[in-house]
């Protein structure tokens, strides 16, 4: 073999290899193309529902908002927890918002339950266990789920959380 054939042999080679890297090059960018993709949509998911629990917080704290909305707004269906809960209209509003901005952490949570390393998952699910089966969470729950309003998926997931807890737990009880 002389020297022009091994050069273009050699050339040859260089070529296969250039195109091995061009190709596992796009592979690696594609890949990162769509974690990128995935987590800006994870990052915009968190910036809303964070803006959504302050503002929902906000309305907690605030008593003058508070006092404002309930003037404006027809607080029928708080009628109910105050009857149940011995509560006031004031009581059950800043309860059920303050439900509401928890909603929305839990629901955000459950999205990404995935991300949770498995002792955080834990605790989080304890947690879900032990408010979803208190008796005011419980019955807000049970109404907010009858609107329709809530996140379906996170709704399935407390569901089965909950159908965990056999039948003689607290979640079967009658709100």
Do not use: C
Request: glycine fraction near 4%.
């Amino acid at each position: 073999m002389d020297h022009q054939a091994f050069a273009q042999l050699l050339g040859s080679y260089g070529e296969f290899l250039g195109s091995i890297a061009v190709f596992a090059t796009l592979v690696y960018l594609a890949v990162q193309v769509r974690y990128t993709k995935s987590e800006l949509r994870r990052s915009i998911s968190q910036e809303r529902a964070a803006a959504s629990i302050q503002l929902q917080q906000n309305r907690v704290a605030n008593e003058a908002l508070r006092k404002a909305y309930l003037k404006t707004s027809e607080p029928r269906f708080l009628s109910d927890y105050t009857q149940q809960f011995d509560i006031t209209i004031e009581e059950a509003d800043m309860l059920v918002w303050d439900r509401v901005a928890y909603w929305q952490y839990h629901s955000h949570t459950i999205a990404h339950i995935d991300e949770l390393p498995p002792d955080e998952r834990v605790a989080f699910d304890v947690a879900l266990r032990a408010q979803y089966t208190s008796p005011f969470v419980a019955a807000w729950y049970k109404r907010s789920k009858g609107f329709n309003i809530l996140s379906e998926g996170a709704v399935r997931y407390i569901d089965n959380l909950l159908g965990e807890l056999g039948p003689s737990s607290d979640s079967d009880r009658k709100y």
